[in-house]
């Protein structure tokens, strides 16, 4: 079976946005914002992408779904940040439509923009979020992994993930808080995990740990 979408017909497009700073946006996704009629994202990428479209902010996955469904009859884009594969509202929106009716457009996730800012190869590495409630053990998954990237939030910070690592498994470790990334003000920090646990960064970084021999 050979799957084909015609991107030409489809009304709903998720675009990626890349780790948000526009020169990491893909030509194809800055065109499809330019051609929609309806734009909906979160407030930073609206302000960053979309200024002067008719646009929707939306505060939830359920507001999201319900802007989509209400402007079916028009084009619709779904901003989202990094790559829209990879822990984004896609799934929920795929959980409505066929694939074959949706344009996904591919963006720069920040997890992989992070191992490259780093130089660190990530083809290896293993990928969490974080959020979501937790449900994995980190420690478990960390020590089974010579690499791993973090997508943090506000409810689990670095810090706060750094307290969920066994001490034992985080003396072979090297962990690097990335924030802002692709901005002006971007930061890129190396901690111990003494240091990790007590430190005030960004609640939306990227955590990659790396073992020392790497």
Not at 43 to 60: C, H, Q, W
Not at 95 to 121: E, Q
Not at 183 to 190: F, L, R
Not at 197 to 213: A, M, Q, Y
Request: net charge negative; glycine share 6%; charged share 20%.
């Amino acid at each position: 079976m050979i799957f084909t979408q015609d991107n030409n017909m489809s009304e709903i497009t998720i675009a990626g946005c890349g780790p948000g700073n526009k020169q990491y946006a893909s030509l194809a996704a800055l065109q499809a914002i330019e051609d929609a009629d309806v734009v909906i994202g979160a407030a930073r990428l609206i302000d960053e992408f979309a200024t002067g479209k008719v646009s929707f902010v939306y505060s939830g996955v359920q507001d999201t779904l319900d802007a989509i469904i209400r402007n079916s009859d028009k084009k619709v884009v779904v901003l989202v940040t990094g790559d829209p594969g990879f822990f984004s509202i896609t799934a929920c929106i795929l959980s409505l439509y066929k694939a074959s009716d949706i344009n996904i457009i591919p963006g720069i996730s920040s997890v992989t923009f992070a191992f490259n800012r780093l130089g660190i190869p990530w083809h290896d590495a293993l990928f969490l979020s974080a959020h979501k409630s937790l449900q994995i053990d980190f420690s478990e998954k960390i020590s089974s992994s010579s690499k791993s990237g973090i997508l943090t939030s506000p409810q689990h910070t670095p810090s706060f993930i750094g307290g969920l690592i066994d001490h034992v498994i985080a003396m072979n470790k090297i962990f690097y808080v990335c924030e802002r990334l692709s901005y002006p003000d971007e930061k890129i920090s190396v901690y111990s995990h003494d240091n990790l646990c007590r430190c005030n960064s960004d609640e939306l970084s990227v955590l990659v740990i790396v073992n020392k021999e790497n």
